[in-house]
């Protein structure tokens, strides 16, 4: 299994930055995904999953700001954050919620201004 992220970035306080996990090696229809994110300092935490039925769930953090979803034709899952805030600096990863495989390199994220 391996899990390709892309589309971090800096962005200011506000803005919104969409990230990409190409999976490959699993079929995203039959397991649940999940995106994790570690802050400096701080341990890798589950943000945000999605189960193959659709039915999302998030941390209290990000609740409201944060959308998973995935395109299973590309079998590849986003994660849409908006109203993006310093606290959500960290380095965000995908992978699996149960049975996880190796972590990828994950994509940075920086909220400044």
């Known amino acids: 299994v391996q899990f390709v992220e892309s589309g971090g970035g800096l962005v200011q306080p506000g803005g919104s930055l969409r990230l990409s996990c190409a999976v490959s090696?699993?079929?995203?229809?039959?397991?649940?995904m999940g995106w994790y994110r570690q802050a400096p300092g701080k341990q890798r935490e589950l943000v945000g999953s999605?189960?193959?039925?659709?039915?999302?769930n998030y941390v209290d953090s990000v609740k409201g700001r944060f959308i998973v979803s995935t395109d299973n034709l590309k079998n590849t899952m986003y994660l849409q954050m908006n109203s993006l805030k310093p606290e959500d600096t960290a380095v965000y990863y995908c992978n699996m919620v149960s049975d996880r495989g190796d972590w990828g390199q994950g994509t940075q994220v920086i909220v400044s201004s």
């Open positions: 090696g699993i079929n995203l229809r039959m397991r649940s």
């Open positions: 999605i189960m193959p039925v659709g039915i999302v």
